[in-house]
Nanobody, 118 residues
Framework: QVQLVQSGGGLVQPGGSLRLSCAASGVTFSRYTMSWYRQAPGKERELVARISTGGTARNYAASAKGRFTISRDNAKNTVYLQMNSLKPEDTAMYYC???????????WGQGTQVTVSS
């Protein structure tokens, strides 16, 4: 059974930092491209960051560049999103996503709320 279990969200003041984690089980983690998405109320889900299977390639949304860092530890089957200099507009539900493009497998985490407010 495939599971992506997220942790690390919460309430933080503007300018603060949070680190999200997403631990995978039931999959060969190193085969999956991992991404973080977010969805704010009334808005569409948007890609925040993506990391390749080996961790050598990373892509970021313009809004995340320079503030967020995606990383992965294939030995721990975990992907992270370090978020610094958080802004109120970063408030959203954040989801991790695992995609195996060869076998067309696609899985989502349960979501974790990030709220940036003073």
């Amino acid at each position: 059974q495939v599971q992506l279990v997220q942790s690390g969200g919460g309430l933080v003041q503007p300018g603060g930092s949070l680190r999200l984690s997403c631990a995978a089980s039931g999959v060969t983690f190193s085969r999956y491209t991992m991404s973080w998405y977010r969805q704010a109320p009334g808005k569409e889900r948007e890609l925040v960051a993506r990391i390749s299977t080996g961790g050598t390639a990373r892509n970021y949304a313009a809004s995340a560049k320079g503030r967020f860092t995606i990383s992965r530890d294939n030995a721990k089957n975990t992907v992270y999103l370090q978020m610094n200099s958080l802004k109120p507009e970063d408030t959203a539900m954040y989801y991790c996503n695992a995609v195996d493009y060869i076998n067309h497998d696609d899985y989502w985490g349960q979501g974790t709320q990030v709220t940036v407010s003073s």
